[in-house]
């Protein structure tokens, strides 16, 4: 998205996501302190009362997702945000909010881990976490910007695909995306358009809460204190929100929420490329790390070297085909991932065996250098 | 050990926790420091994430002279438990199992874990030393922040002023429990401190001990202040020191008059903004705290 306003400001990577969040319409927050997140939640209890929004600290992470989840179904638009202990207490709730298709946000910012791990020290190593972080067969979309910029761009996309796809959608970005300084530019109010949940259109007498109504799949949603008496439930429902354990319906339901993104996956996929069409050596790269491999490129090329990048904007749904596509003309693939290999396995399977996949992986609480991305370069070539 | 009386007199020279980071002046450093000169070297410690987790395990200096493990944040009461368990199915009855968890991993994350061990009864001290927010992650609200606290997520904005809640009552709360013995307590008054301790270990059941612990980081106090605004937070009536077990409490102080709580509170940063309305309700709040200590625990 193109974003040409004046209003350009410094700002760290967790201000723009709170300022996403604010423009995005967001008005409640949930949340526990965790480093390094904690900053978004810090400038939220400011910001939010400034809006008419509420911020509540909760006493933990638990808390805090159902809590989201409550405003949620009551008609907010809500967010939390986290880092890794606190991602994986969340687990239950955001599986429930999957399941009962409540639209959230909550952005994870990364530290290395398991447990405590680094607190201060950027990682990659929570992206499977958010494909399958929760039990049971779920779709799931992740964002994961690479700039400052990106932070407030992909949290306003992030609101917007939550209320489009009434799903929980994760943005999540390494501690060197949220910490970092960088100008950005605010677009206007309007510049950059807002979704908001579908409403049903039918009387409360004829409204089946999970029934969708269009190719969308997607169910209107009423918001408790809309008029509409319905179901809610965790357990695996029909189309009227009651339980069921008829084996089709079951089905039907899972199938269901994996169609409603998986049938859109143009409208969802995103990811950037550079240099890509001639690559011998297709990069990728996520979050901070792809500006590392970007340089790489850059300094692959002065040297006459044909090298590209792909970076996935979206981690989930993945974009394969774009992998696969490129992997077809190329040499060899690299994955860098602050992780000891995550995404790179995703890479494999849209490679299809075509080029053989290396990576430059770390997880020692340090960033991937471009020299370290170039050297593989230099190796596998 | 029995009816032993703990005093500076008599205290043990014998450091068990000692080349920490925490910041100068840290009184919950110091609530650990002196818990363990009671418990002694048979003492195994869990910690949850927190100031003294992050500032008491620091290679090459392992700051606990005894065996101790960093818990996850809601798991030390849980954690303790299986330590003392494990003790018993071992046959160690000369060990102590304590926890050492701050004012929001007690009062806030860390809370469905302690009920649960004392509602089983578990043989294991739990130590709450309250510095009234989250410290290790900057200062944000706990459960525990009082009324008006100027925190990172409380702060005096525009629309709200402070803090929005009062200090939740964890020591009427584990009361609540029938535990074996409770007690609050402040490290301004250390030797009663340490003689609750004592008693902790002694009542062969779940002990619970409050003890306020300034933070001059934290609270925006010089460092050299930590201990003399832990006597006046007793002094000026808004904490008070007091014991619970079987069934009956204990009032241990009860001061003639209070020191005027304004001037505790205008000492403390955290404090800066508030108003006179603000201080009145904080003396009204604290009255009827008394009142209620006063006629409510008959036996007090
Ligand atoms: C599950 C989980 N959530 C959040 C955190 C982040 N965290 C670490 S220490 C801390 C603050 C602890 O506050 P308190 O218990 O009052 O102890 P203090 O730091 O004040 O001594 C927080 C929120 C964590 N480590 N784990
Ligand atoms: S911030 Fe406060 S509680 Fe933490 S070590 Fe420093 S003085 Fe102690
Ligand atoms: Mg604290």
Known sequence: MSVTSLKAKLMQGNQACAEGAIYAGASFYAGYPITPSTEIAEILSERLPQVGGRFIQMEDEIASMAAVIGASVTGAKA?????????????????????????????????????TGGPTSPAQGDVMQARWGTHGDHPVITLCPNSVQECFELTVKAFNMAERFRTPVFIMFDEIIGHMRERVVLPEPGQIPVVNRKKPEVG??????????????????????????????????????FATTKPEKMAAHLQRLHDKINNFLPEVVD??????????????????????????????????????????????????????????KAKAVIVAEMNLGQIINEVRVAVEGQAPVYGVLRADGEPISPTEILAKIKEVL | MNNAVFSSRNMTEQEFFFGHKACAGCGGALAVRLALKVLGERTFAALPAGCMSAVGFIYPQMAFGINAIISTFAGTASMLAGMAAAARAQGLEDVHIVGF?????????????????????????????????????????????????????????????????????????????????????SIGYYQDYMNKVLRASQCGG???????????????????????????????????????????????????????VEDYLRKQGRFKHLQSDDIAQAVRDRDARWQYMLTQWSDA
Request: hydrophobic fraction near 35%; aromatic fraction near 8%.
């Open chain 1, 79 to 115: 967010m939390t945000a986290t880092s890794g202990p606190g991602f994986s207490l969340k687990q239950e709730n955001i599986g429930h909010a999957m399941i009962t298709e409540v639209p959230c946000v909550i952005a994870n910012v990364m530290r290395l881990g398991p447990s």
């Open chain 1, 204 to 241: 409360p007498e004829s409204y089946k809460a999970y029934e969708p109504v269009d190719e969308t799949l997607v169910p209107p949603m009423a918001s408790f204190g809309d008029g509409y008496r319905y179901h809610v439930t965790g357990l695996t429902h029909d189309e009227t929100g």
């Open chain 1, 271 to 328: 990811y950037e490329e550079q240099s890509i069409e001639d690559a011998e050596v297709v990069l990728l790269a996520y979050g901070s790390v792809a500006r590392a491999a970007s340089r790489a490129v850059k300094d692959a090329r002065a040297a006459g070297l044909k090298v590209g990048l792909i970076r996935p904007i979206t981690l989930w749904p993945f974009p394969g085909e774009a992998v696969k596509k490129a992997a077809a």
């Open chain 2, 101 to 185: 968890a701050g004012d929001g991993g007690t009062a806030d994350i860390g809370i469905q874990a302690l009920s649960g061990a004392i509602d089983r009864g578990e043989r294991i001290i739990y130590i709450c030393y309250d510095n009234e927010a989250y410290m290790n992650t900057g200062t944000q609200k706990s459960g525990l922040t009082p009324l008006g606290a100027r925190t990172t997520t409380t702060p005096d904005g525009s629309v709200v002023g402070g803090s929005t809640t009062k200090k939740k009552n964890m020591f009427d709360i584990v009361a609540a429990h029938g535990i074996d013995y409770a007690a609050t307590a």
């Open chain 2, 206 to 260: 779940t002990a619970y001990i409050h003890v306020m612990a300034p933070c001059p980081t934290g609270w925006g106090i010089p460092t050299e202040h930590a201990l003399t605004i832990a006597r006046e937070s007793v002094d000026c009536g808004l904490w008070y020191l007091a014991e619970y077990s079987q069934g009956k409490y204990r009032l241990n102080q009860r001061p003639e008059t209070f020191t005027p």
